[in-house]
């Protein structure tokens, strides 16, 4: 086997123990169905959409092998990414051009998050440190009681910060003073990560371990509904793994959301209910088009679903065992990355291979969009930016 994929196959069957309990460091895609498990080897094809690279920078060390899913977020003109060695640094979009950097003591784990005029992000220690989005200077600390793997949300005057422990908690966006805080309890085994968090007006939707979507409200915690994404069914603790580890996706009033076990559905933001249910899906998360919901699976299959019916549009098997990341959508593409550093480029109208590039490294975390510019971190600290022509 070549060192890469052994260095894989390590990587996706180790467990830790994390805070009482065990998290399977699902870097590359978890479990697979096909006899080999060898990595699927990337066919020629001929282009159809031109990709050129605008810019590539270092933001500090990156992940490497915790399993993390870095990956930077885009607000107005700027990009703002943090490196588990490297602190937070913000950069022109288009340029990439550094505005300022926070050379962080903590280890970097979760975020940023950007809203309100503050990035905020969480550490393996449980620290959370708020910025000012302007020029980086320190605005407070606070701490949580394990370690921040999802991003922090920031609204209504307060961040919100999900914790790997399942606890949800809410700090005033001025002070760092903490307003309140929900527990959830967490399965035995879960995928290595925690479910980001989607904010509605005056709610916010969180997504569980135990494969669920609950809404809470922003002002006092109280939980409005809770739906399941999927239910944690199975003889053993690894066949009811149904983490829902990537913050929903919101479309007005309709949540996207997707679970490990294959499973995505569209759910009615006020009520809970569920409009639509597919057998497709992944702990990594959908991202939406306007017709569509893109979708990867632990094996690497994307997928294309129906907005309003969640019926199979495609599927595109070509990526199988090459731990395909969480899609993002540019201009008529959807983007991923993959195992070896490559980014692909699919057709929205029928998932074929668009266009192809390497950033190298292993790149676990979603890339992300703005003003058809698709951004994406690796796992050693390098960011790049693509541009479609």
């Not at 990337?42 to 899913?69: D, R």
């Not at 559905?265 to 306007?290: E, F, K, T």
């Not at 065992?321 to 929205?348: C, F, I, K, M, S």
């Not at 890339?367 to 690796?378: G, M």
């Amino acid at each position: 086997m070549h060192t890469t994929a052994k260095l894989l196959a390590t990587a996706i069957i180790s467990v830790t123990l994390v805070t009482g309990c065990s998290s399977v460091k699902n870097l590359f895609g978890g479990k697979k169905k096909d006899k080999t498990g060898e990595p699927a080897k990337l066919v020629e094809f001929t282009p159809v959409a031109s990709v050129s690279k605008l810019w590539t920078v270092s933001v500090g060390k990156g992940e490497k092998l915790l399993g993390i899913g870095q990956h930077p977020v885009i607000n107005g003109d700027h990009v703002f990414a943090a490196a588990v060695d490297g602190g937070v640094t913000a950069l022109d979009l288009h340029s990439g051009a550094t505005v300022w950097t926070y050379p962080s003591k903590a280890r970097i784990s979760g975020g940023p998050g950007v809203g309100e005029g503050l990035v905020v992000v969480g550490g393996l220690e449980g620290e959370v440190i708020a910025l000012d989005a302007s020029d980086g200077s320190e605005k407070w600390t606070a701490k949580v009681n394990n370690e921040v793997l999802s991003a922090p949300a920031i609204g209504n005057g307060m961040v919100f910060v999900h914790s790997n422990d399942g606890r949800v908690t809410a700090f005033d966006s001025n002070t760092g003073e903490r307003r309140w805080f929900h527990s959830v309890e967490v399965p035995a085994l879960t995928v290595r990560g925690t479910g980001g968090i989607t904010l509605g007006p005056g709610i916010l939707f969180v997504g569980g371990d135990n494969g669920s979507l609950t809404a809470m409200n922003m002002n006092d915690g109280n939980v409005l509904w809770t739906t399941p994404v999927a239910e944690p069914d199975g003889r053993t603790e690894l066949e009811r793994m149904a983490d829902v580890d990537a913050a929903p996706a919101l479309d007005g009033t309709t949540l996207y959301a997707s679970s490990y076990k294959n499973h995505t559905v569209a759910i009615d933001g006020p009520s809970g209910q569920i409009m639509w249910n597919s057998d497709h899906g992944g702990a990594r998360g959908a991202s939406l088009s306007n017709s569509a919901v893109v979708v990867t699976d632990k094996d690497g299959n994307v997928f294309g679903l129906d907005k309003n019916s969640g019926g199979s549009l495609w599927q595109q098997p070509g990526l199988l065992n090459r731990g395909v990341t969480a899609p993002a959508v540019q201009g008529d593409y959807a983007v991923v990355g993959d195992y070896e550093g490559v980014l692909h480029w699919l057709r929205l109208n029928d998932g074929a291979f668009a266009a192809r590039s390497k950033l190298g490294g292993v790149i676990v975390g979603k890339p992300v969009s703005a003003d058809n510019i698709v951004i994406v971190q690796n796992n050693e600290g390098k960011l790049s930016a693509f541009a479609l022509q």
